[in-house]
Structures are given as C-alpha cells and as structure tokens.
C-alpha cells in the first residue's frame, strides 16, 4: 500500500516501513522483491559484473537499493535495483527497477519521465510475475518502450557488445536445499 509523507530531503533519512523512495516530495514504499525478483537482481549483477570486468573496467555498478539523489529535482531519491554510470559520468546511463504491482503508474509513467529528463539513456522495467521486460531507450523511442514478452538475447544498448538472456531473468534461483 502506498504511503503518503510529504517531506523535504533533508528529513529523508530512514522510511518508516523500510524500502521507500521519495518522488517531489512525497515517500512511496516499494514492495519488497520476491524470490523471482532476488533471482533476477543476483542474475544481472553477476552477468554485469562479468561484462565489466573485461570489457568496461572504469564503469561502476552501484549497489542494489542505494540512494540515487537527482540533483535537479529537489526532494527526489529513488533506490533503483541496477543504476550504472559510464566513462565517471556523473548520473547513471543505464538504470534497471522492478515493476511494483501497488504502485504500476509510478513504475510505467512517472518513472520513466524522471529517468528521461534526468539524462538516463536506457531505463528497464522488469516485471517478474508476467515474465515481461520494458526498455525505454529514450534518445531512440523516447517514452515509448519495446517490450520483450519471450525467450531472446536482449542488447544493452549503452554497450556494442554486451547481451542478457531473456530466460534467465526468469529462472527461479533460490538457495538450494
């Protein structure tokens, strides 16, 4: 359930109910990933980390759920799952969030407008329950996202070379009895 604090950002300092973002002012809580969401987050960090290592060194991951501040908007943070910065930039290029089911027009609509005017080139929405991957590629499609429903390789389109299986987002990987 969405709960509505107005707030400056000085006074955001710790979310009553835990994971919380705050957009112009006012405190969203975000649902809590489940075990398909975890799964995924452990999946494109492992297969970024990977990607990083040899082909991108200088570009940084930031870890999942950490603040992201837009200077430009104030009383704004957001704690996307995946927020990459390029070249030592200063505002991430690639940003990957959770679909959220209690708060879908802040996922689809509001979101992707503050990541686009906040200089993001890629913004992904994953939503674990349909099995469905939105891509904002904002300087090619602005707000109108491709959406990837089946099994395919799917390119981050802020490198030349680097490639995510569609099916392995989706795969179950829980801890193993």
Same mark, same amino acid.
């Given at each position: 359930m969405t709960q509505v604090i107005r707030l400056e950002q000085g006074e955001y300092t710790q979310c009553p109910e835990g994971n919380c973002e705050l957009i112009n002012g006012v405190v969203y809580e975000k649902a809590a990933l489940d075990d398909k969401g975890v799964g995924a987050v452990r999946y494109l960090h492992a297969a970024y980390s990977k990607f990083r290592l040899a082909h991108r060194p200088l570009d940084k991951v930031a870890d /999942?759920?950490?603040?992201?501040?837009? /200077?430009?908007?104030?009383?704004?943070?957001?704690?996307?799952e995946i927020a990459v910065?390029?070249?030592?930039?200063?505002? /991430?290029?690639? =940003? =990957?969030?959770?679909a959220d089911d209690n708060n879908e027009e802040i996922s689809y609509l509001l979101k992707p407008a503050l990541y686009r005017d906040a200089g993001v080139a890629e913004y992904w929405v994953i939503d674990p329950d349909r099995e469905v991957i939105l891509i904002y590629s904002f300087e090619r499609s602005g707000l109108v996202p491709l959406i990837i429903e089946g099994p395919q390789r799917i390119r981050v389109s802020i490198y030349k070379n680097f490639f995510l299986s569609f099916s392995d987002f989706f795969k179950y990987r829980g801890e193993r009895k």
């Open positions: /999942p759920q950490a603040e992201l501040v837009f /200077p430009q908007l104030e009383n704004t943070i957001l704690k996307p910065t390029v070249n030592g930039m200063e505002f /991430p290029q690639w =940003v =990957v969030e959770f």
